[in-house]
């Protein structure tokens, strides 16, 4: 590596760390709203489909990084590193929010929304295993 890629990588990793610092910080806003998941205050707010766009932008954030620091190795290891990248992001954000797969809290499964609810047929998360799904 060059003394300028090295300047580069080392100037690019904390401003990384930073972008996927607020890109799980807003997700889990989209996880359970600004009342957390435990539901105090206003209660929690489910959107398990922008989640699931919020944990693949953080995956997606730590790319650049790897391909900088892959450059010059065949496409092969570099398409490898990137996908690994990515799929090591998301899992790591779905381990530090506690989400599952499918955007919601740990405990909860995707549900639709009631005839109640603000938006009746959406998405939500639902700790009620007979809820409709």
């Known amino acids: 590596m060059t003394r300028r890629r090295l300047l580069l990588l080392f100037l690019l990793l904390p401003l990384t760390l930073a972008a996927y610092g607020v890109v799980l910080f807003v997700t889990s806003f989209m996880a359970c709203g600004i009342s957390g998941c435990s539901g105090g205050g206003f209660g929690p707010s489910y959107s398990p489909q922008e989640t699931q766009v919020g944990l693949a932008v953080g995956g997606l954030v730590l790319l650049p990084v790897v391909l900088l620091a892959l450059r010059g190795r065949p496409l092969l290891v570099r398409t490898a590193g990137g996908a690994t990248a990515v799929i090591a992001g998301v ?9 599952g797969p499918d955007g919601c809290p740990r405990g ?6 009631g005839p109640a609810a603000f938006v009746p047929g959406a998405a939500t998360c639902s ?3 007979d809820a409709a799904s």
């Open 127 to 129: 700790g009620d295993r």
């Open 91 to 99: 899992v790591l954000a779905m381990a530090l929010l506690e989400l």
């Open 108 to 113: 909860e499964d995707r549900a639709t929304a």
